[in-house]
């Protein structure tokens, strides 16, 4: 989701590692209640905070991903603004 200036709201709220196809989202309450029992706790990088670990199950399931998105973001404050450089 967006912000009232544009900026994506969900950009740092999900990992995805490649090789072997796991999807970690924050952890946040919201999204922690809507997920229920379908993640456990994981690190998307070595030294990362706990996220949720979605269970493969999930993945397929694009309404429900797309709702965790938004649970998550909403949850979330939003990025703070870059300062502009001087030249």
């Known amino acids: 989701s967006r912000d009232s200036h544009g900026r994506n709201r969900s950009a740092n709220n999900l990992a995805f590692r490649g090789g072997d196809d796991q999807l ?3 952890i946040t309450e919201p999204g922690r209640a809507f997920v229920g029992d ?3 706790e994981g690190c998307p990088y070595p030294g990362a905070k706990p996220w949720m ?4 199950e999930m993945l397929d399931d694009r309404a429900w991903l797309s709702e965790l998105v938004r ?3 909403d949850a979330l404050p939003l990025p703070q603004p ?3 450089k001087r030249v």
Do not use: D, L
């Open 53 to 56: 670990h979605i269970s493969e």
């Open 71 to 73: 649970v998550t973001a």
């Open 38 to 40: 379908h993640y456990e």
């Open 82 to 84: 870059k300062k502009k």
């Open 24 to 26: 970690f989202v924050k």
